[in-house]
C-alpha cells in the first residue's frame, strides 16, 4: 500500500448525498478480487450513456458529458468532494478500490457509511470528515475556481488551500493515522511480526514434529 503524507490535488465535485457503492461500481464488475481494472468502471451508470459490461473496452462507449468526472475542468483530480452518507448501501470492497484506482486518493464529506469508511482506510484512500458548513464552503469555491486544489496534510491532520487562506483541520484515528503514514495494511501490520511469526513456527515445529509431514 502507497503511503499517504502529503497530498495537494486537484478537487471534483459530486455534488450528491447518499452516494451508494453500487453507483460507486456496479454489481456486474465484482467478478474478480484481483484489485486491478476497476477504475474505467467508477460511478459506471453516470459516467457512460449506456450499460456497461464486463470486459467491455470502455474507450469506445458515450461519455455523459454532463457528468462531472468527464468534464475536462476535473480531468486528473485526485480529491473527491462528496456530500452526507458516502459510501452507504452493500459492503463491497471495490468500492475503495475502483476509487483509487481511477486516480482518488481521498474523499472529503460530511460523513460516510461505517463499512466504506473502514474499508478506505485498508487500502489507503484518505476519508476526511468535515462539517456540512465546511463542504459547503469546499463546494463552493471549488465551483467559482476553475483548478481548485486542496493539500491535505496527514501529520498534522489539516486540509485546505495552499496559500493559507483556507485551512480545516480533521480528525483521524492515531492507529489509522500511522498505517496510512508508512503504508501499511492488513498484511503489511501481520509482516512487520515476520521474525516473531517464523521463530514460534520453529519451535512449535521442534515440540510437535508430526505437523511437517505432508499428507
Not at 459516467?47 to 461519455?63: H, K, V
Not at 470492497?93 to 457509511?113: D, N
Not at 511469526?197 to 515445529?205: D, M, Q, S, T, V
Amino acid at each position: 500500500m502507497d503511503k499517504f503524507t502529503l497530498l495537494d490535488g486537484l478537487v471534483a465535485p459530486l455534488d450528491r448525498a447518499n452516494v451508494d457503492t453500487d453507483a460507486i461500481i456496479p454489481k456486474q464488475f465484482l467478478k474478480s478480487i484481483k484489485r486491478t481494472g476497476f477504475g474505467p468502471n467508477l460511478f459506471d451508470e453516470w459516467r457512460y450513456l449506456d450499460i456497461g459490461e464486463p470486459g467491455r473496452d470502455n474507450s469506445t462507449r458515450p461519455l455523459n458529458p454532463d457528468f462531472v468526472l468527464n468534464q475536462p475542468r476535473y480531468q486528473g483530480a485526485s480529491i473527491l468532494l462528496a456530500r452526507k452518507n458516502f459510501g452507504c448501501g452493500s459492503s463491497r470492497e471495490h468500492a475503495p478500490w475502483a476509487l483509487s484506482q481511477y486516480g482518488f486518493r481521498a474523499i472529503v464529506a460530511p460523513s460516510f457509511a461505517d463499512i466504506f469508511f473502514n474499508n478506505c482506510y485498508k487500502n489507503g484512500l484518505l476519508p476526511v470528515v468535515l462539517t456540512e458548513t465546511q463542504v459547503d464552503k469546499l463546494f463552493d469555491e471549488v465551483k467559482a475556481f476553475p483548478g481548485f486544489r486542496l493539500v491535505i496534510d496527514l501529520e498534522k491532520q489539516t486540509i485546505g488551500t495552499s496559500n493559507g487562506n483556507l485551512v480545516f483541520p480533521f480528525e483521524i484515528d492515531s492507529f489509522r493515522k500511522y498505517c496510512l503514514l508508512n503504508g501499511l495494511d492488513d498484511i503489511g501490520l501481520t509482516l512487520q511480526k515476520a521474525d516473531k511469526i517464523r521463530a514460534y513456527e520453529e519451535r512449535h515445529l521442534v515440540s510437535q514434529p508430526w505437523l511437517s509431514n505432508t499428507i
